[in-house]
């Protein structure tokens, strides 16, 4: 049954990402993709006080632990989260100087 399942920390990363998407979506207003990459954002903090928090606190326990669906220790799950996050973040920064730009376009429109 190996491979079957996903390691839950990175399919909680795949649900923030979908978040993103809509902050991407060019179909959504303004204002709508504003707050979902607030949402994402948010949500990303809060990950990382809990969910990283926690494992790295195990980590230090007992680094040999595997999660007993996946089979990854608390350090092989920090390494890959580290990992996508980096890929999220520069995406992230992207879109949100995205939105920037076009707040600032917007703002002297109104002028």
Avoid at 44 to 63: N, P, T
Wanted: glycine content about 4%.
């Amino acid at each position: 049954m190996k491979g079957v399942y996903e390691n839950r920390e990175l399919s909680w990363l795949k649900f923030n990402e979908r978040v993103l998407e809509e902050a991407e979506d060019k179909r959504n207003p303004l204002c709508e993709r504003l707050t979902f990459m607030s949402i994402y954002q948010t949500n990303l903090d809060e990950f990382f006080m809990v969910r990283v928090g926690s494992l790295h606190d195990e980590m230090l326990l007992s680094d040999s632990e595997k999660e007993s669906r996946t089979g990854m220790t608390p350090g092989q799950q920090l390494e890959a989260i580290r990992e996508r996050v980096k890929v999220l973040a520069k995406r992230k920064d992207k879109s949100y100087n995205s939105l920037m730009k076009e707040v600032d376009h917007k703002f002297r429109e109104a002028e």
